[in-house]
């Protein structure tokens, strides 16, 4: 349950006073719901309007904050302006209001009377004039007016000062509470309390002051990234908890799996494997991330650690998050397995009735050693005899609740989480902070590099005829289509119109591949272009994931400046698998901006996944990174992956620590951190605790 303290946050912005339905949707829009949202809402940029001159020597294009008399009202007539005359003692300037109401303007701006007026002034034609001043107010109130006043990310027809207003109203319902970092941590970097830094952030007195390193926007992005990490501590300490097994096998099967292949394997898939199989060996359970480029040989690792519980009498399962995925791990381990002596058995959604039952009755006994699927191996009825490792392959789909839950279908059960998506190491901490991590940073030998070209699109006759020549001499080509929109069904439309035009110059030698085929006919598709009729596969992203066709040399990306760079990379990863050379094409579409440049030229300059991630939180900006909410990474309001970087690392021990001393968060700096966890609606990792 939250702590009552944090009710007046958590209630809608519709709450606060002068906030009605209208601004309240504006507000939602612009900040969120809750009045806690518009206490992240952090400003942008802000005005100064303490600059005070005399009319007369206002400069033009700045802003000033006047004190003048009204001396009349001139209602435009037509499409004229509605001018207000006023003047101070070194001359006239006209207020100038487009659309306005003659007598909301009368009221604030009576005639004969003085008013501070704060806007931007302008000559025109000699004459100082002040287009929709932001305040008139009466000189009772100047010192509301002369101030330096922030200006945040605002909505279509919501005005600074409602949103202004509002976050007044938010700052007004402000707590203190109790302080949860570590004090030594608050002293070191003179960080003022939360309150504080909640008011002193919005309230910004210099450009400065904007800045992510000033001490109020680190404590509060400390906050945020201490709530991510204390989060991520409690599940693993949850899961830590649960007594694991030693698992140690003799090596006869893995011996044998080696033994089987036609390489050896690299130093990276060596170190891995060294460090799971000490993880196995303990007697707590293994939490691990196996991250690695694709094509890196994270799948062999995968099998050796599996291989590893089979020879101990267990189970493994590798669970991927596509059915496409899992038919295709399967079909590489399974014959791997197979040499070996270890039986592999594979469950999806699509199998049903009887082929299913005797699929769990073979999981139940234990006669399948190895088991591959998608989800479909969370559910409850799915019982092993005895699993002692699961291995899962995820492309950020699954999140912690769901590694525990297959955690949960064995004793001890050890986890293995593997990962293609080389993100940097910042951002791994955010998303599996919980887990240690093994990184395959080397490629198997033998790769030849990719080819990247990057050429816009009034050139695409050219990429034809070339892709064509590539055809004649054999190479299986893949075709991606640019995303659309946020709309599966304008990609399909956008795939199938290119294959049809693609159809005109190579009739049945085109396939096409995406999301909205049922899974018989995808895998159909796959199979035509892996051994079959098809040269040319169309696609939208479903190729993104997985699907190892070696003999795929030739990659097509249209508007690929609307990709993101790890999403390239991705794409990218499925050429270039084999022992012949392959060329990726980069088409655009010209202009090209700034950012979509630099990222087609670090394709072009690199293929190491690790240094795309990087380079890719340096041009997209980390608040961006760290803030899709579709990539499955949690989202920070306060925290920039650039800008406080270094606070990373010191939250995830202090968060660790805390949890070695207070488990239970019962402590008065325990207590605190509860809140802490309430505050960044954390809520579920609090229900990991005793008592909550
Ligand atoms: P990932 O799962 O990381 O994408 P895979 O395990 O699918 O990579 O490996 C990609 C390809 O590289 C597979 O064809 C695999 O057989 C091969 N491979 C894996 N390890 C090695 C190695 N040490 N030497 C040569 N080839 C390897
Ligand atoms: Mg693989």
Redesign the pocket.
Same mark, same amino acid.
């Given at each position: 349950m939250r702590p009552e303290i944090l009710f007046p946050l958590f209630a809608d912005v519709g709450q606060l006073t002068g906030i009605g339905p209208r601004y309240a949707k504006l507000i939602e829009k612009a900040a969120g719901p809750q009045i806690v949202d518009l206490l992240w809402h952090l400003p942008s940029g802000l005005i100064d309007r303490r600059f005070s001159p005399a009319v007369a020597e206002a400069p033009d294009g700045l802003i000033a904050t006047l004190t003048v008399t009204v001396l009349r009202h001139e209602p435009g007539r037509g499409r004229a302006p509605y001018r207000v005359i006023c003047a101070d003692e070194s001359g006239e300037i006209e207020l100038v209001y487009f659309h306005a109401k003659g007598d909301w303007l009368e009221k604030l701006l009576p005639q004969g009377q003085q008013r501070v007026i704060s806007g931007k002034v302008e000559r025109f034609r000699g004459k100082a004039q002040m287009p929709h001043p932001d305040h008139a107010v009466p000189p009772t109130e100047a010192d509301s007016v002369r101030i330096v006043e922030p200006t945040h990310p605002s909505t279509d027809g919501l005005h600074q000062r409602i949103l202004r207003k509002a976050i007044e109203g938010a700052l007004a319902r402000l707590p203190v509470l109790g302080e949860w970092i570590n004090p030594t941590l608050v002293q070191q970097r003179q960080w003022p309390a939360w309150d504080v830094a909640v008011r002193a952030v919005h309230h910004p007195q210099d450009r400065l002051d904007l800045e992510p390193e000033t001490l109020t926007r680190q404590r509060l992005a400390y906050d945020e990234i201490l709530a991510n990490q204390l989060a991520l501590a409690l599940v693993r300490a949850r899961m830590k908890k649960q007594k694991g097994r030693i698992i140690r096998g003799d090596g006869a099967l893995r011996d044998r799996l080696i033994a089987g292949?036609p390489? &050896?394997?690299?130093g990276a898939?060596r170190t891995a494997l060294a460090e799971i199989e000490g993880d196995m060996a303990a007697p707590n359970r293994m939490l691990r991330l196996l991250q690695?480029? #694709?094509? &890196?040989?994270?799948?062999? #690792?995968a099998l050796m650690a599996m291989a590893n519980g089979v020879e101990c009498g267990a189970q493994a399962a590798l669970m991927a998050p596509t059915e496409i995925l899992a038919r295709q791990h399967f079909a590489?381990i399974e014959p791997l397995a197979r040499a070996a002596g270890i039986r592999c058995e594979i469950l999806t959604g699509r199998d049903k009735g009887k082929t299913r039952g005797a699929i769990l009755g073979r999981i139940a006994e234990g006669t399948a050693q190895i088991v591959v699927g998608t989800h479909a191996l969370f559910q409850e009825d799915v019982e092993f005899r005895d699993l002692a490792v699961a291995v899962i392959d995820e492309q950020h789909r699954f999140g912690v609740h769901q590694r525990m839950v297959l955690g949960q279908k064995g004793q001890g059960v050890d986890i293995l989480v593997?990962t293609?998506t080389p993100i940097p190491r910042t951002l791994v901490m955010t998303a599996y902070g919980d887990l240690d991590v093994s990184r395959?940073t080397e490629k198997?030998?033998?790769r030849q590099p990719i080819d990247t070209r990057v050429i816009s699109n009034d050139r695409l006759m050219d990429v034809i005829e070339g892709v064509a020549r590539r055809m004649d001499a054999g190479a299986k080509v893949y075709w991606v289509c640019p995303l659309v929109e946020e709309s599966e069904a304008l990609d399909v439309a956008a795939a199938e119109e290119r294959a049809t035009t693609l159809r005109e110059r190579f009739g049945d030698r085109v396939g096409l591949i995406h999301g909205r085929l049922k899974g018989p006919a995808k895998d159909a598709v796959m199979a035509s272009f892996k051994d079959g009729p098809i040269d040319l596969l169309v696609a939208t992203t479903v190729i993104e994931v997985g699907v190892?066709v070696?003999d795929a040399t030739v990659m097509v990306i249209e508007h690929a400046e609307r990709f993101g760079l790890a999403q390239l990379h991705q794409l990218r990863?499925r050429i270039g698998?084999g022992d012949k050379a392959s060329t990726c094409l980069l088409v655009y579409a010209a202009p090209l901006s700034e950012t979509g440049r630099a990222r087609l030229s670090v394709m072009r300059e690199s293929e190491d996944g690790f240094r795309i991630a990087e380079e890719d939180l340096k041009l997209r900006g980390a608040g961006e990174v760290l803030g899709t909410r579709q990539s499955g990474l949690p989202t920070f309001r306060m925290a920039d992956a650039a800008g406080h970087n270094d606070l990373f690392e010191v939250a995830r021990d202090d968060a660790r620590l805390l949890l070695e001393k207070d488990p239970e968060l019962e402590s008065p700096r325990g207590q605190a951190a509860r809140t802490l966890l309430y505050l960044f609606e954390r809520d579920a990792a609090v229900r990991y605790l005793r008592g909550a």
């Open positions: 292949l390489f &050896s394997l690299t898939q690695g480029d #694709v094509g &890196s040989g994270k799948t062999l #690792v590489t593997m293609a395959l198997p030998p033998g190892d070696p990863g698998r």
